[in-house]
């Protein structure tokens, strides 16, 4: 796993302004736990990985690096599924709208 994981965990905290303590707490883990994965001197159990996945609403593949960040129907799709219960109504109406082109 190594630095590759560290690597994109740390882009996507960057692209969604998100602490390392931030995250941490969100997925119940201590700060220097995390900072410990990023830097590639601890590797996460698969359940972990999941949870930061989650949190920072990606894949565990993209994070393993297993996948690219670009469009894939089925990723999209796990992320939604993944997340729809946490989404507001007006949440849903704006994707819906979205996918569909409607303003």
Not at 9 to 32: D, F, H, Y
Not at 56 to 74: A, C, K, M, Q, V
Request: hydrophobic letters at 35%; aromatic letters at 6%; zero cysteines.
């Amino acid at each position: 796993m190594g630095k590759d994981f560290g690597n994109r965990l740390l882009e996507m905290l960057r692209k969604q302004n998100v602490t390392q303590k931030t995250l941490a707490e969100r997925i119940g883990i201590s700060e220097p736990m995390l900072s410990r994965y990023i830097t590639g001197d601890r590797e996460p159990r698969p359940e972990t990985i999941a949870n930061i996945a989650t949190a920072l609403r990606t894949t565990s593949d993209y994070l393993l690096g297993i996948e690219e960040n670009g469009f894939d129907y089925p990723r999209v799709r796990r992320i939604l599924a993944r997340n729809s219960a946490n989404m507001t109504q007006q949440e849903k109406k704006a994707l819906i709208d979205a996918l569909f082109g409607e303003e």
